[in-house]
C-alpha cells in the first residue's frame, strides 16, 4: 500500500514536469512566432514607406506634376501634408521596430501577451491613419479641382448632384481600395498575432 502512494506521487510530480516541459516549449514557440511576426510587420512598413513615399518625392522634384498642382492651387497645401505624412509614419515606423525589440526580448507569458496586445494596436492604428488620409487628401484633390479646372468647372455646374455623388463614390472607391490594400498585407499577421495571444491565454490561466 505504502509503495501504491509513493508510486502515486512519483507519477504526479512526474506529471507536474512534464507539463511545465510542455507549457516552456509551447512558449518558446509562441514567443518566436510572435516576434517573427512581428518583424514582418516592421519589413512590410518600411516596404510600403520606401515605394509609397518615393512616389509622393516626386511632388518635389516633377516639374509638370509641380506646376498642374500650383495651377489649382493645391501644391503648398500638398508638400505641407506630404511632410507631415512622412514624419507621421516614420513615427509608426518605430513604434513597431520597438515592438519588436520588447518582444524579443521578453520572458514571461504576462508581457508577451501585452506586447501583442500593443502592436495590434498600433497596427490599426496605422491602417486607420493610412485610410483616413487617402479620404481627406482624395476630397482635397477633387475639391481644389473642381473649383479652378474649367472643364471640370462646366460639368458642375451643369450636373451639380450627379458630379457630387460621383466625386463622393471616387473617395470612397479608393479608401475601399486602400482598406483591401492593408487587410490582405497585414489581416493575415494580424489574426496569426491574435491566434498567438489566445494560446498563450491557456498557458497563463
Known amino acids: 500500500m505504502d509503495e501504491l502512494e509513493l508510486l502515486k506521487k512519483d507519477w504526479k510530480k512526474n506529471d507536474g514536469q512534464f507539463k511545465q516541459v510542455s507549457e516552456n516549449e509551447i512558449y518558446g514557440m509562441l514567443h518566436k512566432s510572435s516576434s517573427s511576426i512581428v518583424k514582418w510587420i516592421f519589413i512590410i512598413s518600411i516596404v510600403e ?17 509641380k506646376n498642374k498642382l500650383k495651377q489649382i492651387h493645391i501644391y503648398d497645401i500638398e508638400k505641407t501634408a506630404t511632410i507631415i505624412n512622412m514624419v507621421v509614419l516614420l513615427g509608426f515606423i518605430f513604434y513597431f521596430y520597438k515592438n519588436l525589440k520588447n518582444i524579443s526580448a521578453t520572458s514571461s507569458v504576462s508581457n508577451l501577451m501585452k506586447d501583442i496586445i500593443k502592436t495590434r494596436r498600433i497596427v490599426k492604428y496605422y491602417v486607420w491613419y493610412n485610410l483616413v488620409i487617402a479620404g481627406i487628401t482624395g476630397m482635397i484633390v477633387i475639391y481644389f479641382q473642381s473649383k479652378y ?6 460639368l458642375l455646374e451643369k450636373y451639380e448632384s450627379v458630379f457630387i455623388v460621383c466625386c463622393i463614390l471616387l473617395v470612397l472607391f479608393l479608401i475601399l481600395i486602400f482598406y483591401l490594400f492593408y487587410k490582405v498585407l497585414y489581416g493575415f499577421l494580424l489574426r496569426r498575432l491574435k491566434r498567438n495571444y489566445n494560446e498563450l491565454q491557456k498557458i497563463e490561466y
Not at 514607406?49 to 506634376?65: A, G, K, P, Q, V
Open 49 to 65: 514607406f520606401l515605394i509609397l513615399r518615393l512616389m509622393d518625392l516626386s511632388l518635389f522634384f516633377d516639374e509638370n506634376l
Open 149 to 154: 479646372d474649367n472643364n471640370l468647372n462646366v
